[in-house]
């Protein structure tokens, strides 16, 4: 049973460019989690989805971010027009259909962005 | 808003020494608290968790222990190891929140 993929691992963008990163969460799973860690700091909670709905986006930036989880295929976090405080890592999070946010989530290796 | 308080923010213990990071939460409904460990540069991991209905858990080294009342849970590491010197993060869920604490930076000194 693979853990949650996400790709790619590393990403360099040019500001002003799209970054797009991608998340599978594990097999059976349908809640995903998105959380941005900034070097030496915690996890910051971006965005809660199930299969084709936001649950939660209280923790996403209102210009440039957006995510989905499409009823086929990976979650996808989208950065519009990156910028050098956009660089950090990624981590997606995924948990099994029950009891909403009271279950472990397992992380995924995340995906460093760096903006140039 | 809901939050979660971790201390402390950095420890440093010698090996084989016993470790305590604690953490406080304020919502009443929470009933699940996981915590997490995190090596450099890698993924957080799980390493243990306690629900609401119990008052202490432990898994050979690691142990948590929760008091509802005071609205704080712990993590306890014995004969720490320099294995388990990371980030170590609390956090908290009541079915509709889940929020990590601020993270505790474990050194094990050999």
């Known amino acids: 049973n693979a853990g949650v993929m996400q790709n790619p691992r590393h990403l360099v963008r040019r500001r002003g460019q799209e970054a797009r990163l991608r998340c599978s969460p594990m097999?059976?799973?349908?809640?995903v989690y998105w959380y941005r860690q900034l070097p030496e700091e915690g996890l910051k909670f971006m965005v809660y989805l199930q299969k084709e709905n936001i649950i939660d986006e209280s923790g996403m930036p209102k210009e440039r971010f957006s995510a989905e989880f499409p009823k086929e295929g990976p979650s996808i976090l989208r950065i519009q027009q990156v910028v050098r405080g956009d660089s950090a890592a990624y981590f997606c999070?995924?948990?099994?259909?029950?009891?909403?946010?009271?279950?472990?989530?397992?992380f995924g290796p995340g995906t460093r962005l760096t903006v140039l | 808003g809901e939050n979660v308080e971790q201390h402390p923010s950095t420890l440093s213990v010698q090996e084989g020494d016993s470790a305590v990071i604690k953490c406080t939460y304020s919502?009443?409904?929470?009933?699940?608290f996981p915590w997490y460990k995190q090596e450099l540069g890698k993924r957080p991991q799980l390493i243990i968790d306690i629900r609401s209905n119990v008052g202490e858990k432990k898994d050979q080294r690691i142990a948590v222990t929760l008091n509802k009342t005071a609205k704080h849970f712990s993590l306890h590491i014995t004969e720490t190891q320099p294995e388990d010197s990371a980030v170590y993060f609390c956090?908290?869920?009541?079915?509709?929140?889940?929020?990590f604490g601020p993270g505790t930076r474990l050194s094990v000194l050999p």
């Open positions: 919502d009443s409904a929470s009933n699940y």
């Open positions: 956090a908290w869920g009541d079915g509709q929140n889940f929020v």
């Open positions: 999070a995924s948990s099994p259909p029950a009891s909403g946010r009271s279950n472990e989530q397992f």
């Open positions: 097999k059976g799973h349908s809640h």
